[in-house]
């Protein structure tokens, strides 16, 4: 190293440069493993805080196996951005493909990942730190590895959310920091190229594993489209991610159905006896609302069923993820089944956190209609507080009613009631209800309100599930639907998102 010793310098930069691309790797390997882990397994604390604990863990397992490398530093380097290009690189598509071919195989292969991913990140940092020991002083040396590492850390911290996943999706984002990971090991190789042994094989090595990740990237819309069309069974039509969540549309004999992370959120064939049941009960009841809210529903079906009423004259929709909306106002098969409603002259769309909307809105309101995603993980879960449900009061007119959609009274019994008393603790009077919608089951709702509810005499015309006898047994519940004991969920405790877990997870394994 002759001639390194004479120009520190240059190898200084590269390697420190070398230390920024490493730490922006193995930050999204982690990110990546963590996001998988909350689209499909639920709860996004959980699986993202066990993730990255495991990858901690693991990050010191490596560091402390880095001290039994003794001799070819370099070498030893260039083999294992190798191994992290391959394993980290190709760890999301391992996952999604082992989610729709294999589901019970899915856990075991997403923590056995992350722990050779991140043992393998944990040797990566130490060894640059000892091959860089040879030109720089310690103090140095520690300051500047540190401060690449940690800069590495927020470039994609930040790029993670806004650009690479909604820009290339979880596939292609962990395909190309593999990449970057593979030329990480082809810059070392040219570097050390007077001190490594079977420079031809290490050089072999490098370019057999940048045409693998290439490859893949290449053939990524194809390994996602098999991974989902086995998942969903049914023919994706749609497939894309936003910075909020994993978007599926898929077309089967039962028509159109959508999916956010996973999870069913309509099916065609019967979304009619959902959003019926979720918005004419109270719009209704009402007799003659004029100022409408709509949060949630970005697929614009609670709107269709608003705007049957002549009567109103604005619809304010909260839709937190944009591209939602976008979605179902211009392709042409979505917006055929809310009617074109999304383009109406007397919508309002805001793309916005309804908490922090309600927060900051003046507006009052004749409904609101809250039709959020079940509450699965702490995010959603805030949406269903008493701090929540102390808000939308706020926004609600003195002779209004609001609407939530509650989950099965059925599958998720206490859930349901800890809803209702949650609304209770506010001051509103709650009266829930449910109907049968064949794709979820027995689904439940609640009408919150000032005055007392009263059942609706007449209904819009054209509705293809209500009537008036319906409309009234819904108001029923039969013994295993009846109420039971349940907390107030307030933002400190959170209690009905681990109760909702619990209770799908009996009939969910």
């Given at each position: 190293?002759?001639?390194?010793?004479?120009?520190?310098?240059?190898?200084?930069?590269?390697?420190?440069?070398?230390?920024?691309?490493?730490?922006?790797?193995?930050?999204?390997?982690?990110?990546?493993?963590?996001?998988l882990a909350s689209y499909l397994l639920g709860d996004s604390v959980l699986q993202f805080s066990t993730v990255i604990g495991t990858y901690l863990f693991a990050m010191g397992v490596?560091?402390?196996?880095?001290?039994?490398?003794?001799?070819?530093?370099?070498?030893?380097?260039?083999?294992?951005?190798?191994?992290?290009?391959?394993?980290?690189?190709?760890?999301?598509?391992?996952?999604?493909?082992?989610?729709?071919?294999?589901?019970?195989?899915?856990?075991?292969?997403?923590?056995?990942?992350?722990?050779?991913?991140?043992?393998?990140?944990?040797?990566?940092?130490?060894?640059?730190?000892?091959?860089?020991?040879?030109?720089?002083?310690?103090?140095?040396?520690?300051?500047?590895?540190?401060?690449?590492d940690y800069l590495g850390a927020l470039a994609v911290s930040i790029a993670f959310p806004l650009v690479l996943v909604p820009q290339l999706g979880l596939i292609r984002t962990g395909?190309?920091?593999?990449?970057?990971?593979?030329?990480?090991?082809?810059?070392?190789?040219?570097?050390?190229?007077?001190?490594?042994?079977?420079?031809?094989?290490?050089?072999?090595?490098?370019?057999?594993?940048?045409?693998?990740?290439?490859?893949?990237?290449?053939?990524?819309?194809?390994?996602?489209?098999?991974?989902?069309?086995?998942?969903?069974?049914?023919?994706?039509?749609?497939?894309?991610?936003?910075?909020?969540?994993?978007?599926?549309?898929?077309?089967?004999?039962?028509?159109?159905?959508?999916?956010?992370?996973?999870?069913?959120?309509?099916?065609?064939?019967?979304?009619?006896?959902?959003?019926?049941?979720?918005?004419?009960?109270?719009?209704?009841?009402?007799?003659?609302?004029?100022?409408?809210?709509?949060?949630?529903?970005?697929?614009?079906?609670?709107?269709?069923?608003?705007?049957?009423?002549?009567?109103?004259?604005?619809?304010?929709?909260?839709?937190?993820?944009?591209?939602?909306?976008?979605?179902?106002?211009?392709?042409?098969?979505?917006?055929?089944?809310?009617?074109?409603?999304?383009?109406?002259?007397?919508?309002?769309?805001?793309?916005?956190?309804?908490?922090?909307?309600?927060?900051?809105?003046?507006?009052?309101?004749?409904?609101?209609?809250?039709?959020?995603?079940?509450?699965?993980?702490?995010?959603?879960?805030?949406?269903?507080?008493?701090?929540?449900?102390?808000?939308?009061?706020?926004?609600?007119?003195?002779?209004?009613?609001?609407?939530?959609?509650?989950?099965?009274?059925?599958?998720?019994?206490?859930?349901?009631?800890?809803?209702?008393?949650?609304?209770?603790?506010?001051?509103?009077?709650?009266?829930?209800?449910?109907?049968?919608?064949?794709?979820?089951?027995?689904?439940?709702?609640?009408?919150?309100?000032?005055?007392?509810?009263?059942?609706?005499?007449?209904?819009?015309?054209?509705?293809?599930?209500?009537?008036?006898?319906?409309?009234?047994?819904?108001?029923?519940?039969?013994?295993?639907?009846?109420?039971?004991?349940?907390?107030?969920?307030?933002?400190?405790?959170?209690?009905?998102?681990?109760?909702?877990?619990?209770?799908?997870?009996?009939?969910?394994?």
């Amino acid at each position: 190293m002759a001639g390194a010793a004479a120009k520190p310098r240059p190898l200084e930069v590269a390697l420190l440069a070398s230390v920024f691309v490493v730490a922006a790797c193995g930050l999204v390997y982690e990110l990546a493993a963590g996001a998988l882990a909350s689209y499909l397994l639920g709860d996004s604390v959980l699986q993202f805080s066990t993730v990255i604990g495991t990858y901690l863990f693991a990050m010191g397992v490596g560091s402390w196996l880095s001290k039994f490398f003794e001799r070819q530093l370099p070498a030893h380097f260039l083999r294992i951005e190798l191994m992290v290009a391959l394993v980290g690189g190709l760890l999301p598509t391992m996952l999604f493909v082992a989610n729709a071919w294999q589901p019970v195989a899915f856990r075991p292969l997403l923590y056995g990942l992350v722990l050779l991913v991140g043992m393998l990140v944990g040797l990566e940092i130490p060894l640059v730190m000892r091959i860089l020991k040879r030109n720089v002083q310690l103090r140095e040396l520690v300051a500047q590895v540190l401060t690449f590492d940690y800069l590495g850390a927020l470039a994609v911290s930040i790029a993670f959310p806004l650009v690479l996943v909604p820009q290339l999706g979880l596939i292609r984002t962990g395909l190309l920091f593999g990449w970057m990971n593979a030329c990480v090991a082809l810059w070392a190789l040219w570097l050390f190229r007077h001190e490594l042994r079977r420079v031809r094989a290490h050089l072999v090595a490098c370019l057999a594993t940048l045409a693998v990740l290439g490859a893949a990237f290449a053939g990524a819309q194809h390994i996602t489209t098999f991974a989902e069309d086995r998942f969903y069974q049914d023919q994706v039509l749609l497939a894309e991610s936003s910075s909020w969540q994993r978007i599926v549309v898929t077309q089967g004999r039962g028509g159109i159905r959508l999916f956010l992370n996973g999870n069913l959120q309509f099916a065609q064939s019967d979304e009619y006896r959902y959003h019926e049941a979720l918005v004419h009960p109270v719009l209704a009841a009402h007799g003659a609302p004029r100022k409408v809210a709509v949060l949630g529903g970005g697929d614009g079906m609670a709107v269709r069923e608003v705007l049957r009423y002549p009567g109103v004259e604005s619809v304010t929709l909260v839709e937190l993820d944009p591209h939602m909306t976008r979605l179902f106002s211009s392709h042409p098969a979505l917006a055929q089944l809310n009617g074109g409603a999304l383009s109406s002259p007397k919508l309002k769309i805001v793309n916005a956190d309804a908490f922090k909307w309600l927060e900051e809105t003046k507006d009052v309101f004749d409904a609101i209609v809250v039709d959020f995603p079940d509450p699965t993980n702490f995010s959603i879960g805030k949406l269903y507080t008493n701090s929540f449900y102390a808000l939308l009061d706020q926004r609600l007119a003195a002779s209004g009613y609001a609407v939530i959609q509650t989950t099965s009274p059925l599958i998720a019994r206490q859930s349901f009631w800890t809803v209702v008393s949650t609304i209770e603790s506010v001051g509103l009077t709650a009266t829930p209800y449910h109907a049968h919608v064949p794709s979820f089951g027995e689904w439940g709702f609640v009408v919150a309100s000032r005055r007392p509810f009263r059942v609706a005499s007449s209904l819009p015309q054209g509705l293809r599930f209500l009537d008036d006898t319906t409309l009234g047994n819904m108001f029923e519940f039969p013994r295993d639907m009846a109420r039971v004991p349940a907390e107030v969920n307030r933002l400190s405790n959170q209690v009905l998102v681990t109760t909702y877990e619990r209770e799908w997870g009996k009939v969910h394994p």
